[in-house]
T-cell receptor
Framework: AQKVTQAQTEISVVEKEDVTLDCVYE???????LFWYKQPPSGELVFLIR??????QNEISGRYSWNFQKSTSSFNFTITASQVVDSAVYFC????????????????FGKGTHLIIQP | KAGVTQTPRYLIKTRGQQVTLSCSPI?????VSWYQQTPGQGLQFLFE???????NKGNFPGRFSGRQFSNSRSEMNVSTLELGDSALYLC??????????????FGQGTRLTVV
């Protein structure tokens, strides 16, 4: 069965600090997809990034960057020069490819990391 | 382009009652998924509908059911409510169902409180 672990329940940093959110996953499939979502207090989950299992290139989008390492089954998320508006709960999620034995049982989410950016 | 719309936003029900929640996906999206979010269990997949058919189902009792209409709008129903059903119910839409690599777009959720 697939599983996503976000060991950091809550992280608090001062504005402008860099912060890394950890995500470790388990899956029996060779084809799978990893996602990061942000949940602000309003409740909706905001999509941040998708990465497939064949693409281990790191990605940078503005102040956000993602490090995908299949060797350690990790997909970590770094915010550089954090801002108060980055305060939210961040979820890492996994989806296995359909028709590959893993099924398409929706997204499997980690428990989330509550990020607090203090001014 | 309008996002995913869920109604109502907040709901208070009494134990034993039933409840129906509604979700309108993004225009053109044909897949609708439902998730339950609680402090203890986190985000859990309930089910996914595509072309008015349930395609996948999570590990929830039969009290949880859903349906999808021809316009892709979806409803989920919970019968015989229990206190533990209190949660944020999130709906997500995608263009297709058998495309695990497409991101899901979420609504703001319905906050259900069972008293």
């Amino acid at each position: 069965a697939q599983k996503v672990t976000q060991a950091q329940t809550e992280i608090s940093v001062v504005e402008k600090e860099d912060v890394t959110l950890d995500c470790v996953y388990e899956t029996r499939d060779t084809t799978y997809y990893l996602f990061w979502y942000k949940q602000p207090p309003s409740g909706e989950l905001v999509f941040l990034i998708r990465r497939n299992s064949f693409d281990e290139q790191n990605e940078i989008s503005g102040r956000y960057s993602w490090n995908f390492q299949k060797s350690t089954s990790s997909f970590n998320f770094t915010i550089t020069a954090s801002q108060v508006v980055d305060s939210a709960v961040y979820f890492c999620a996994l989806s296995e490819a359909p028709y590959s034995g893993g099924g398409a049982d929706g997204l499997t989410f980690g428990k989330g990391t509550h990020l607090i950016i203090q001014p | 382009k309008a996002g995913v719309t869920q109604t109502p936003r907040y709901l208070i029900k009494t134990r034993g009652q039933q409840v129906t929640l509604s979700c309108s996906p993004i225009s053109g999206h044909r897949s609708v998924s439902w998730y339950q979010q609680t402090p203890g269990q986190g985000l859990q997949f309930l089910f996914e509908y595509f072309s008015e058919t349930q395609r996948n189902k999570g590990n929830f009792p039969g009290r949880f059911s859903g349906r999808q209409f021809s316009n892709s709008r979806s409803e989920m129903n919970v019968s015989t409510l229990e206190l533990g059903d209190s949660a944020l119910y999130l709906c997500a839409s995608r263009p297709y169902v058998a495309r695990a690599n497409t991101e899901a777009f979420f609504g703001q959720g319905t906050r259900l409180t069972v008293v």
